[in-house]
């Protein structure tokens, strides 16, 4: 998908796809604005058709999928025994088939193990990245993009993020939640649409933005990403997923004892924060640099971002005791810079965890 936008003036282009269009700051703003809409070539569709379909992947993942209703947008995990997060994807269901938007770098691995689990299912997943590909923005962007086919249902997912999905649970304390304005939706268009757009964005007729900019709002509304904060220990407990890829009293699927234990009985032994970084460098911290209380390291870097109103912040695992106001370091190749740490996961995370609500700290501009 990156190679049709890269003759766009001032485009930079990579293997994940269009990285930018010249300005990333000013990209978040057309994003935020609904004016401006994003290749993402650095997802990929699955379509899962067969009148068994829905019930199946309920009893394989972690969402509640046997009655998704066609249009209802969600997400779902795939667990290993030990309740860690192997896949995850995005799902749309429009009656006939389910779809499926996932990270590429995840898309064959998934796709060979929902093949392995078919047994003898009325289900049929496949690789449909040659024929769809998966556009951003917010909903009123993606009306100027053809998600429809002829006599079939819009193919647009809406991300259900930060709200508490049936059967979910939210961890985080922040009041308000710095998701709780984002407006992002992704549309599955057919390879023809595709052309049509990144000839009408030359044209000048369609305003384009990159990988980078949406990835620095989602950085700051502390939505977790399977490429970016996964590893392989990682519970979805310690990012706050539950509150939109987990329902908590669905039937039996693999790894759910973890998550009930979890959840009900202990606390993750990790957890998600939001760091906001010293901005007098120009470096940012690369995903995987060390974070520190003193000599002592106490988590990664998942995720960074410089950001048009908050500046360079980043999301980061650390451990669950790493006190909530312990200054925090990270390493860079400029050397350390200073974090100040914002709770997405509160250290007593869990099912009867009573922990207030907490304003949150932001370097936004007050409105006036």
């Given amino acids: 998908m990156g190679s049709l936008f890269a003759e766009l003036p001032r485009a930079v282009v990579d293997d994940a796809g269009l990285q930018h269009v010249g300005s990333p700051l000013i990209e978040q703003r057309s994003i935020a604005a609904g004016e401006a809409i994003v290749p993402l070539a650095d997802r990929t569709v699955l379509a899962v058709p067969g009148e068994d379909r829905l019930s199946w992947l309920d009893s394989l993942t ?13 997400e779902l995990l795939v667990l290993d025994p030990q309740g860690r997060v192997e896949h995850a994807a995005s799902v749309f269901d429009d009656g006939e088939t389910t779809w499926l938007i996932v990270d590429r770098a ?13 047994f003898r299912l009325r289900v049929d997943p496949r690789d449909a990245g040659d024929e769809f590909a998966v556009f951003g923005g917010t909903r009123a962007a993606l009306r100027s993009v053809d998600a429809a086919r002829p006599g079939a249902m819009p193919l647009i997912w809406t991300d259900p993020w930060p709200e508490i999905s049936p059967g979910g649970h939210g961890y985080g304390v922040a009041d308000p939640h710095p998701g709780a304005e984002r407006d992002w939706a992704e549309a599955i268009v057919t390879r023809d649409e595709e052309r049509r757009i990144a000839d009408a964005a030359a044209r000048g007729e369609l305003s384009i933005a990159g990988l980078l900019a949406a990835e620095a709002l989602r950085v700051a509304a502390w939505r977790p990403r399977w490429s970016a904060e996964v590893d392989e220990r990682t519970l979805p407990h310690e990012l706050d997923w539950l509150r939109t890829a987990v329902h908590l009293s669905k039937g039996c699927y693999r790894g759910q004892e973890t998550v009930a234990k979890v959840h009900n009985l202990g606390h993750p032994p990790r957890r998600l924060v939001a760091l906001q970084l010293d901005g007098s460098g120009s470096a940012l911290p690369a995903r995987g640099a060390e974070v520190r209380v003193g000599d002592d390291a106490v988590g990664v870097i998942t995720s960074t971002a410089l950001h048009y109103e908050e500046g360079p912040i980043a999301l980061a695992v650390v451990r669950r005791s790493t006190p909530v106001d312990a200054p925090l370091v990270v390493e860079t190749d400029e050397g350390p810079i200073a974090a100040a740490q914002e709770i997405v996961v509160p250290p007593e995370a869990g099912a009867t965890a009573n922990v207030p609500r907490l304003t949150r700290l932001s370097r936004r501009p007050a409105a006036t």
């Fill in 62 to 74: 972690s969402q509640a999928l046997a009655s998704l209703a066609p249009g209802v947008s969600t």
């Fill in 106 to 118: 995840d898309a064959d691995a998934l796709l060979s193990w929902l093949r392995k689990m078919r």
